[in-house]
């Protein structure tokens, strides 16, 4: 009897070390599987952030702009051109880029921006920084002017505050949370295993 006691004991704690196995797997894939998430989005952006218009035609130029960040907030904006002759194979240098903005339907100040290459973070880049003030629905025009065409386009953008959930270091320690939960848990099942010195 004493012996299957034994037997049955140490399958027991073997049993409970699988569970234990099996969890922290579990939560270390999903924690890791959110962390890939957070860090995911930049990388699948073009350089220049979120595209919102693609291979536009003015002349001989190429023209895509992107804006930046993503979600679009009121208190920073970058909206960059791609501009590009020769059927895309060379960053045109002769061009010049501007933006306009529009607030739609609520309070704001409607202001052109000149976009620049010493503005833009990447060389290839034309870029125009400036903050929009408010929260709402914008439209933004844009233009680029130059030797070989000129052209004009448009698109609309929500500026919002980002909301708690919508911080990266809220969701990294959201993410991080059941790590820590389960090794607080595999801490304690393991001092609980352990012989009384009785």
Known sequence: MRLDFHRTTRASRSSRRSCRLAAVVTVAYLGGSTIGLLVAPPLLRADGGTIRLADLVFGEYRVTVFTDPTPVTPDSLDVSFLITESRGLAVALDAEAWVEVEPLGHEGVAARYEATREQADDPRFYAAKFTLGTEGRWRIRIGVEGPRGQGTGEFEITATYPGLFRQP?????????????????LTLGARSEEPSGG
Do not use: C, Q, S
Not at 169 to 184: D, K, R, T, Y
């Open 169 to 185: 270091m809220v969701l990294l320690v959201a993410a991080l949370l059941p790590l820590i939960l389960v090794g607080a848990w």
